[in-house]
C-alpha cells in the first residue's frame, strides 16, 4: 500500500505547478484526501482537502483563489492544480487519506484542516517558488 506525491520542483514567482498524489494497493473511494504543507521551520499546514463521498473540497485561505483540487477515481489519483505561486508557498507538500471521514466537512466548518489519524500519508515532494 502506497501513497505517492510527484510534480514537485522549481519555478518562479506567479508560475504554475500540478502535484499529483496516486493511490497504489487501494483506492480512493470513501476517502477523504488532504494535501498538506511544511515550510522549513514551521509546523505543517492543511492546504485543501476533496472528499470522495459527497465531493465536499476544502481550502486554506492562503490559497483560495490560486489552488485547485481535482480528483480522478478511475486513476485513483488526486491533483493539486497550484497557480499564481508566491515564495511563501515553497515547501515540502503532503498527500494523505483518511476512511469515511469527515475531514472535509470538518475543515469547512472550522477552517482549520487537521491532520490527525490519517490512514495513509505520501512522503512528500518539495516545491520552490523563486522570487
Known amino acids: 500500500v502506497q501513497f505517492v506525491e510527484s510534480g514537485g520542483g522549481l519555478v518562479q514567482a506567479g508560475g504554475s505547478l500540478t502535484l499529483a498524489c496516486a493511490a497504489s494497493?487501494?483506492?480512493?473511494?470513501?476517502?477523504?484526501v488532504g494535501w498538506f504543507r511544511q515550510a522549513p521551520g514551521k509546523e505543517r499546514e492543511g492546504v485543501s482537502c476533496?472528499?470522495?463521498?459527497?465531493?465536499?473540497?476544502y481550502y486554506a485561505d492562503s490559497v483560495k483563489g490560486r489552488f485547485t483540487i481535482l480528483s480522478d477515481n478511475s486513476k485513483d489519483t488526486v491533483y493539486l492544480q497550484m497557480n499564481s505561486l508566491k515564495p511563501e508557498d515553497t515547501a515540502v507538500y503532503y498527500c494523505?487519506?483518511?476512511?469515511?471521514?469527515?475531514?472535509?466537512?470538518?475543515?469547512?466548518?472550522?477552517?482549520?484542516?487537521?491532520?490527525?489519524?490519517?490512514?495513509?500519508w505520501g512522503k512528500g515532494t518539495l516545491v520552490t517558488v523563486s522570487s
Open positions: 494497493g487501494f483506492n480512493l473511494e470513501n476517502y477523504a
Open positions: 476533496i472528499s470522495s463521498t459527497n465531493g465536499g473540497i
Open positions: 494523505a487519506a483518511d476512511w469515511l471521514s469527515g475531514l472535509c466537512e470538518n475543515a469547512q466548518s472550522t477552517g482549520v484542516l487537521g491532520d490527525l489519524g490519517m490512514d495513509y
